[in-house]
């Protein structure tokens, strides 16, 4: 298993910025996909982002599309999730993910594609 640890979250005002990492140890980073999810009080954990093995492939939520990035350095063991354009609606505590190699990248919006989680870092958007 490969161990995530998050950083980076925060308080900000809407409209502002923040850039999460989640930085990987254990095991070839490049054998994992990786994915951000989020889960605000009350509510169930949601799928954010994605980005596949080689970094050449990505997925987002509607929900985010146009605000937030995901990205990787492989060099780095480090994935990392710029979010642009915050809303309040934004606030949630996140999480990255990783899943194996030899899944169906298809399925990289869904829980069970991944293997290990991370422990969360909170995200808190004022209006």
């Known amino acids: 298993q490969v161990q995530l640890v998050e950083s980076g979250g925060g308080l900000v005002q809407a409209g502002g910025s923040l850039r999460l990492s989640c930085a990987a140890s254990g095991r070839t980073f490049s054998n994992y996909a990786m994915g951000w999810f989020r889960q605000a009080p009350g509510k169930e954990r949601e799928f954010v982002a994605a980005?596949?093995?080689?970094?050449?492939?990505?997925y987002y939520a509607d929900s985010v599309k146009g605000r937030f990035t995901i990205s990787r350095d492989n060099a780095k063991n480090t994935v990392y999730l710029q979010m642009n354009s915050l809303k309040p609606e934004d606030t949630a505590l996140y999480y990255c993910a990783a899943a194996r190699s030899g899944k169906s990248w298809s399925m990289a919006r869904q829980g069970f594609f991944y293997d290990s989680w991370g422990q969360g870092t909170q995200v808190t958007v004022s209006s």
């Open positions: 980005v596949s093995w080689g970094g050449g492939s990505t």
